[in-house]
């Protein structure tokens, strides 16, 4: 299964998560109103582990307490805890620019009128539904790019863990067998047996596992830059010059 089609799978789910996530962190009326696309996401999957990723730069990083995994431009890069790479490209680790403020809107006087002060135009109701289609559209990307680390990520895992089951099991992956008279090349075969088959499994659950709540984040925070404009005050329009 690809990463588009995984991607496909979990946007639902997503979708949920979204209006649940987002319907309590609207309360905040600090949001600041972004752009049209939310350009980077950082959450906190796990005690220790913090994914960030930059769709100006295409770089993802997944930080835990043992190393760093990220990926850029069809490379991967796998550093330990002190920076050293250790497989894969020398990625630089170096967290994606935070989203910078929004710059001050310079307004352009309007042209002179020869009627009174113009009204400003009235509000209209945010249309819920709509903000929802465009939070989960621009959550789509960041969770393609999790999909991608977290398969990685979870292949390693699975890898390290396949290699001594497939030992313990002969290459069957079903019984223990015994260890003692295996030869040099039988207990190579089988930590291969056993590393590519739970190191598969691994790939396929860490990114479904990385992507769900990076979708959710980088959803709830579209969202509620949405609903931030949607609630923001009018500007007044200024009296026309006579």
Same mark, same amino acid.
């Given at each position: 299964?690809?990463?588009?089609?995984? &991607? =496909? +799978?979990?946007? *639902?789910?997503?979708?949920? /998560?979204?209006? %649940? $996530? #987002?319907? !309590?962190?609207?309360?905040? @009326?600090?949001?600041?109103?972004?752009?049209?696309?939310?350009?980077?996401?950082?959450?906190?999957?796990?005690?220790?582990?913090?994914?960030?990723?930059?769709?100006?730069?295409?770089?993802?990083?997944?930080?835990?307490?043992?190393?760093?995994?990220?990926?850029?431009?069809?490379?991967?890069?796998?550093?330990?805890?002190?920076?050293?790479?250790?497989? &894969? =490209? +020398?990625?630089? *680790?170096?967290?994606?620019? /935070?989203?910078? %403020? $929004? #710059?001050? !809107?310079?307004?352009?006087? @309007?042209?002179?009128?020869?009627?009174?002060?113009?009204?400003?135009?009235?509000?209209?109701?945010?249309?819920?539904?709509?903000?929802?289609?465009?939070?989960?559209?621009?959550?789509?990307?960041?969770?393609?790019?999790?999909?991608?680390?977290?398969?990685?990520?979870?292949?390693?895992?699975?890898?390290?863990?396949?290699?001594?089951?497939?030992?313990?099991?002969?290459?069957?992956?079903?019984?223990?067998?015994? /260890?003692?008279?295996?030869?040099?090349?039988?207990?190579?075969?089988?930590?291969?047996?056993?590393?590519?088959?739970?190191?598969?499994?691994?790939?396929?659950?860490?990114?479904?596992?990385?992507?769900?709540?990076?979708?959710?984040?980088?959803?709830?925070?579209?969202?509620?830059?949405?609903?931030?404009?949607?609630?923001?005050?009018?500007?007044?329009?200024?009296?026309?010059?006579?």
């Amino acid at each position: 299964m690809t990463f588009k089609n995984r &991607g =496909a +799978a979990v946007t *639902a789910l997503t979708a949920m /998560a979204v209006v %649940a $996530a #987002a319907g !309590v962190a609207n309360a905040d @009326a600090g949001v600041p109103a972004g752009p049209a696309k939310t350009p980077t996401v950082a959450t906190d999957v796990a005690p220790g582990v913090r994914y960030s990723d930059d769709l100006a730069t295409g770089l993802a990083l997944l930080r835990t307490p043992f190393g760093t995994v990220a990926v850029q431009g069809g490379q991967f890069g796998i550093q330990d805890a002190t920076g050293h790479t250790l497989a &894969g =490209a +020398a990625i630089p *680790a170096a967290a994606p620019a /935070a989203q910078s %403020a $929004a #710059a001050p !809107v310079t307004q352009v006087a @309007a042209p002179a009128q020869p009627a009174a002060t113009q009204p400003a135009p009235a509000q209209q109701p945010p249309d819920t539904m709509s903000d929802l289609n465009q939070a989960v559209e621009a959550a789509n990307p960041h969770m393609g790019m999790a999909m991608g680390v977290g398969s990685l990520a979870g292949s390693i895992v699975g890898a390290a863990l396949g290699c001594p089951f497939g030992v313990a099991t002969g290459g069957t992956l079903l019984s223990l067998a015994t /260890a003692g008279t295996m030869t040099l090349p039988a207990f190579a075969a089988t930590c291969l047996v056993g590393a590519v088959a739970v190191g598969g499994v691994g790939a396929l659950v860490g990114g479904v596992a990385l992507a769900i709540p990076v979708g959710i984040a980088a959803g709830a925070q579209k969202f509620n830059e949405l609903q931030a404009q949607h609630h923001a005050p009018p500007v007044p329009a200024g009296p026309a010059n006579g």
